[in-house]
T-cell receptor, first 110, second 114 residues
């Protein structure tokens, strides 16, 4: 079983739609969680950290369920510029050893 | 501005040859990482380092080695390149304080082994 699992998609949604991505992780000792965004052929960049109480950054909301070992990302009012691959990332503890999921591809169309 | 750079950006080498991919960061970060990215697998950790003279194996370390002689650099060496090592390689660095520390990535090296 992979340490971090995501639905690869693609998710094809129209502009203005709300879309949600899910991610599960296998190691219950994982300490921190992130969503990174990766544009085609570019390097990954941090989108947002995921906090235990849930957190929001504009149109993006991230939630963590430690009991179910589950992380989610909600994007409201999708824009064309949101088209990218979204990577679920888990810190396995210690000194920021980051383990990546395979990514979920989002395509927003007019 | 601080940054992390990889070189070369593209490389084609023959099977069996040795090649070293460079990674240099000016963030003064203790943690440095090498990942490879292949379709359907996402980023997989090859090697990582928590400081000078420290190196650790990741999940796909066979056929790769690293050394950390200073804070700024973590070169990745393929001792005898194989076609299965054709991939995009990303180097990353992060600070060592706090579990929510952001990792910064280089722009990637596209390696083709023929």
């Amino acid at each position: 079983r992979k340490e971090v699992e995501q639905d690869p998609g693609p998710f094809n949604v129209p502009e203005g739609a709300t879309v949600a991505f899910n991610c599960t992780y296998s190691n219950s000792a994982s300490q921190s969680f992130f969503w990174y965004r990766q544009d085609c052929r570019k390097e990954p960049k941090l989108l947002m950290s995921v906090y235990s109480s849930g957190n929001e950054d504009g149109r993006f909301t991230a939630q963590l369920n430690r009991a179910s070992q589950y992380i989610s990302l909600l994007i409201r009012d999708s824009k064309l510029s949101d088209s990218a691959t979204y990577l679920c990332v888990v810190n396995m503890g210690g000194y920021n050893k980051l383990i990546f999921g395979a990514g979920t591809r989002l395509a927003v169309h007019p | 501005d601080a940054e992390i750079t990889q070189s070369p950006r593209h490389k084609i080498i023959e099977t069996g040859r040795q090649v070293t991919l460079a990674c240099h960061q000016t963030w003064n970060h203790n943690n440095m990482f090498w990942y490879r990215q292949d379709l359907g697998h996402g980023l997989r950790l090859i090697h990582y380092s928590y400081g000078v003279h420290d190196t650790n194996k990741g999940e796909v370390s066979d056929g790769y080695s690293v050394s950390r002689s200073n804070t700024e650099d973590l070169p990745l060496t393929l001792e005898s390149a194989a076609s299965s090592q054709t991939s995009v390689y990303f180097c990353a660095s992060s600070g060592s304080t706090g579990v929510n520390t952001e990792a910064f990535f280089g722009q990637g090296t596209r390696l083709t082994v023929v």
